[in-house]
């Protein structure tokens, strides 16, 4: 283990005789990219006393496409890392979930349980993104910003994944940083995963969504509001919407498919979006005029549509691993758990005498992650083929909608939230998940 040091900003010296340049940085361990997933590993190797370099194309604060609705589980995450969540500090507080569906609206509180706490939060990525890096930089970790990385550096003989290659805003040439293992967490695209040979899986669920933001007199919301079925007049839209409010004025207003939606892939979503406001009551004010920022969109990659999720040094957390709930689309709090599970499986393979022990204890990342989440993302892979036959979601939600028992185990199951010894419904969700067949 090294001693922390200050970020390393120099740029890199030319290449030797043999083309070879030395490393601008080196570290323990490399995480590229500083969202939750990157911010929470980073957080968690430095409290254990390794030196970890953070590196961040962009620059915080900054933008994310997000709904920025956070569940009870990314509530628990974020008091993990010692985050004030108090109002005081800029969070906003919900009670649970309002559903909208087959003409009939029911308010789902959070469930009440010992593993998670009862409430969830809203908050823009402009600030939880830069509250998370900040706490990884108090914790140690040498965030380093505008610096994007590029591809691997891979040992000549073996493959391994040895370093980085990066670029630094503003500066010709390019770095490389050198570590003992990498990681990726560089969200859906992950362009260091592709640059080891790792593609998404066509075989695991991808959603699509887009939102933007609007002066509201809806802003203060104390719930999070799910629609289950768009409607243009009497036409029935494909996907899923949202609106939360964000207690500043405005709300978050967006909607969503899923690659096994027939509309996936041919779908004009800004279109999609202005029909399904169209139809809402006018005083909610979803209008052009109030819009306070551009409609984007970006890809949500679900139920580990990336692995593995260990090869040649390198680990792959969050986005990057397809870590997003196919219930729900949440991925901040599975970007963060992730983050958790990966740091404290690094902190064990770094601390083995002998090379080959190392290799053993990273090798049980993906075992892991799929001890965790993997009967319960092959469940949401059975429910996202499901919901893609409209038929099946129109009779399923017009037969929930006046069974509010029913619907208070939906939000168990879909949020993922349970005991482990909990009532039945926890027993159930929990036996499902356990039943499932789980590959890795
Ligand atoms: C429209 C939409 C709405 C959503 N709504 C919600 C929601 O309400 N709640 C929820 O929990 N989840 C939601 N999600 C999912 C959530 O946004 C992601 O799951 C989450 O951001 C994953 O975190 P991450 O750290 O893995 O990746 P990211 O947040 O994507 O972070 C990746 C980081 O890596 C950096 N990076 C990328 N490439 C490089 C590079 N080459 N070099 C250096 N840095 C790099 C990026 O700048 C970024 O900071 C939504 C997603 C979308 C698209």
């Given at each position: 283990?090294?001693?922390?040091?200050?970020?390393?900003?120099?740029?890199?010296?030319?290449?030797?005789?043999?083309?070879?340049?030395?490393?601008?940085?080196?570290?323990?361990?490399?995480?590229?990219?500083?969202g939750p997933?990157?911010a929470?590993?980073?957080?968690?190797?430095?409290?254990?006393?390794?030196?970890?370099?953070?590196?961040?194309?962009s620059?915080f604060p900054r933008e994310k496409v997000c709904g920025d609705g956070l569940?009870?589980?990314a509530v628990?995450?974020l008091?993990?890392?010692?985050i004030?969540v108090?109002e005081?500090d800029g969070w906003v507080r919900n009670?649970?979930?309002?559903?909208?569906?087959?003409?009939?609206?029911?308010?789902?509180?959070?469930?009440?349980?010992?593993?998670?706490?009862?409430?969830g939060l809203v908050r823009t990525r402009h600030d939880l993104d830069e509250t998370l890096a900040r706490?990884?930089?108090?914790?140690?970790?040498?965030?380093?910003?505008?610096?994007?990385?590029?591809?691997?550096?891979?040992?000549?003989?073996?493959?391994?994944?040895?370093?980085?290659?990066?670029?630094?805003?503003?500066?010709?040439?390019?770095?490389?940083?050198?570590?003992?293992?990498?990681?990726?967490?560089?969200?859906?695209?992950?362009?260091?995963?592709?640059?080891?040979?790792?593609?998404?899986?066509?075989?695991?669920?991808?959603?699509?969504a887009?939102r933007t933001y609007y002066k509201t007199?809806?802003h203060d919301d104390?719930?999070l509001?799910?629609?289950?079925?768009?409607?243009?007049?009497?036409?029935?839209?494909?996907?899923?919407?949202w609106i939360f409010g964000m207690g500043d004025g405005t709300s978050n207003v967006g909607?969503?498919?899923?690659?096994?939606?027939?509309?996936?892939?041919?779908?004009?979503?800004?279109?999609?979006?202005?029909?399904?406001?169209?139809?809402?009551?006018?005083?909610?004010?979803?209008?052009?005029?109030?819009r306070t920022q551009p409609i984007r969109?970006a890809?949500?990659?679900?139920?580990?549509?990336?692995?593995?999720?260990?090869?040649?040094?390198?680990?792959?957390?969050?986005?990057?691993?397809?870590?997003?709930?196919?219930?729900?689309?949440?991925g901040i709090?599975?970007?963060?758990?992730?983050?958790?599970?990966?740091?404290?499986?690094?902190?064990?393979?770094?601390?083995?005498?002998?090379?080959?022990?190392?290799?053993?204890?990273?090798?049980?990342?993906?075992?892991?992650?799929?001890?965790?989440?993997?009967?319960?993302?092959?469940?949401?892979?059975?429910?996202?083929?499901?919901?893609?036959?409209?038929?099946?979601?129109?009779?399923?939600?017009?037969?929930?909608?006046?069974?509010?028992?029913?619907?208070?185990?939906?939000?168990?199951?879909?949020?993922?939230?349970?005991?482990?010894?909990?009532?039945?419904?926890?027993?159930?969700?929990?036996?499902?998940?356990?039943?499932?067949?789980?590959?890795?």
């Open positions: 283990m090294t001693e922390h040091a200050p970020p390393d900003t120099r740029p890199s010296t030319g290449p030797d005789a043999a083309g070879r340049r030395p490393p601008a940085g080196e570290a323990d361990v490399i995480v590229v990219g500083a997933a990157g929470t590993t980073a957080f968690y190797l430095a409290q254990s006393g390794l030196d970890v370099l953070l590196l961040e194309k620059r569940t009870p589980r628990k995450a008091v993990g890392m010692g004030s108090s005081q009670k649970g979930l309002r559903v909208i569906g087959a003409g009939k609206r029911m308010e789902l509180p959070w469930p009440e349980l010992a593993s998670y706490p009862g409430y706490r990884a930089q108090q914790a140690g970790a040498r965030l380093v910003e505008g610096v994007t990385v590029t591809g691997p550096v891979r040992h000549e003989r073996t493959g391994r994944i040895t370093g980085v290659v990066a670029r630094a805003a503003g500066e010709e040439g390019e770095r490389t940083y050198a570590a003992r293992v990498v990681v990726a967490a560089d969200g859906n695209s992950s362009r260091l995963s592709v640059g080891m040979g790792l593609s998404k899986r066509d075989d695991r669920p991808l959603g699509v887009v007199p809806r104390d719930y509001e799910s629609w289950l079925d768009l409607w243009d007049g009497d036409r029935l839209l494909p996907g899923y919407g909607l969503g498919l899923l690659n096994t939606s027939a509309a996936f892939g041919n779908t004009d979503y800004h279109a999609l979006l202005r029909k399904w406001l169209k139809g809402m009551p006018a005083e909610w004010g979803f209008t052009e005029e109030n969109g890809a949500l990659p679900m139920g580990f549509n990336r692995t593995p999720h260990y090869y040649q040094g390198l680990l792959l957390v969050g986005d990057a691993g397809g870590m997003v709930n196919p219930f729900n689309g949440e709090a599975y970007a963060m758990e992730s983050g958790e599970i990966l740091a404290r499986t690094i902190t064990q393979a770094l601390a083995r005498a002998r090379r080959a022990e190392t290799e053993r204890v990273l090798a049980g990342y993906p075992h892991a992650l799929s001890q965790a989440y993997g009967g319960y993302y092959a469940l949401g892979r059975v429910f996202v083929k499901a919901i893609g036959r409209p038929g099946l979601m129109r009779f399923a939600t017009r037969h929930s909608m006046s069974r509010p028992a029913l619907m208070a185990f939906a939000l168990k199951l879909l949020a993922n939230l349970t005991d482990p010894r909990g009532d039945a419904a926890d027993r159930l969700v929990n036996g499902l998940s356990r039943l499932a067949p789980n590959p890795e």
